[in-house]
């Protein structure tokens, strides 16, 4: 159970283009949607948190014009990284949880974004 | 930002040794407390949660919580070279539903 599931797993694109990121939670609902970034050796960032319905609550740094999120169901959220630029790539990768603050998160497999 | 503090490593054992990773926290008011290991390259995979003082096990894992000290430890018994991962200490602070991480250690077991 608690399965995850991120899609694309892999995107290589120009700068410039947007790029969409989707998380979804397969055998739960998900009260609560995370989304993070990871550069090489180095630990999870947050970005931002996400609730069904609501807007995104954004880390102090994190452009919410830049990656915009959309958690519009309780069981999908997307990423979309707008106007992408080589320092935008990363390992981005979210998580979902259900319940009271206290649950789990469980995480996607991850999208390893590279802009060239 | 309270913190999470984890040896960073590297540690290595031999293969079926015990290996012992340690997290100590500094958010007195916290929770929830939970390990992940990372692959390489791959996305953090939930090993367990402990919410209460003691020991819980699962399988080869066995996690212990001690709030009055403000640490907790994963044990991981008959160790497996398939074990070596970054290990994630993650902390749910009071009043949050975020986790906050300690930096992981790195683990290599040794066949």
């Known amino acids: 159970g608690a399965v995850v599931s991120q899609h694309p797993s892999w995107v290589i694109c120009k700068s410039g283009t947007s790029v969409k990121i989707e998380c979804r939670s397969l055998?739960?609902?998900?009260?609560?949607m995370f989304w993070y970034r990871q550069f090489p050796k180095q630990s999870l960032m947050l970005m931002a948190t996400s609730n069904e319905g609501s807007k995104a609550t954004y880390e102090q740094g994190v452009e919410k014009d830049k990656f915009l999120i959309n958690h519009a169901s309780l069981t999908l959220s997307t990423l979309t990284v707008t106007s992408a630029h080589p320092e935008d790539s990363s390992f981005y990768i979210c998580?979902?949880?259900?319940?009271?603050?206290?649950?789990?998160?469980?995480f996607g497999d991850g999208t390893r974004l590279s802009i060239l | 930002q309270k913190e999470v503090e984890q040896n960073s490593g590297p540690l290595s054992v031999p293969e079926g040794a015990i290996a012992s990773l340690n997290c100590t926290y500094s958010d007195r008011g916290s929770q929830s407390f939970f390990w992940y290991r990372q692959y390489s390259g791959k996305s953090p995979e939930l090993i367990m949660f402990?919410?209460?003082?003691g020991d819980k096990e699962d399988g080869r894992f066995t996690a212990q919580l001690n709030k009055a000290s403000q640490y907790v430890s994963l044990l991981i018994r008959d160790s497996q070279p398939s074990d070596s991962a970054t290990y994630l200490c993650a902390v749910i602070q009071g009043g949050s539903e975020k986790l906050v991480f300690g930096k992981g250690t790195k683990l290599t077991v040794n066949p």
């Open positions: 055998d739960f609902q998900a009260t609560t």
């Open positions: 998580s979902a949880k259900t319940g009271n603050n206290n649950q789990p998160q469980h």
């Open positions: 402990i919410y209460s003082n």
